[in-house]
């Protein structure tokens, strides 16, 4: 039973910093594609980076690098660090895991509930 918790999420002032983790049991993150993604009230949700099984990263351009996501595969966590953040980066934010080749991309089928994020 693969179960993903989020947590770090919280009220930030405009250009503060924030760390997203993602504790994932019944599974390897070394064996998975992951990603964080974010959805604010009214909107549909989007992709804000991902990783794949062996580390390469990708992000939404709209980030412009304020972004950076890791993993511990000892651990079994993924982390979503967060610097600048301005009132557009808020929103409930969910790590994702999955299967796929870094070309033909990750299918997601394992969610966390979901960490808010708050930019004031």
């Known amino acids: 039973h693969v179960q993903l918790v989020e947590s770090g999420g919280g009220s930030v002032q405009a250009g503060g910093s924030l760390r997203l983790s993602c504790l994932v049991s019944?599974?390897?993150?070394?064996?998975?594609?992951m990603g964080w993604f974010r959805q604010a009230p009214g909107r549909e949700r989007m992709v804000v980076a991902s990783?794949?099984?062996?580390?390469?990263?990708d992000y939404s351009k709209s980030l412009k690098g304020r972004f950076t996501i890791s993993k511990d595969n000892a651990e079994n966590t993924l982390f979503l660090e967060m610097t600048s953040l301005n009132p557009e980066d808020a929103g409930m934010y969910y790590c994702?895991?999955?299967?796929?080749?870094?070309?033909?991309?990750?299918?997601?089928?394992?969610w966390g509930q979901g960490t808010q994020v708050t930019v004031s």
């Open positions: 994702a895991a999955g299967t796929g080749t870094w070309l033909s991309g990750c299918e997601y089928t394992y």
């Open positions: 019944g599974a390897t993150t070394s064996r998975y594609c």
């Open positions: 990783i794949s099984s062996s580390g390469l990263t």
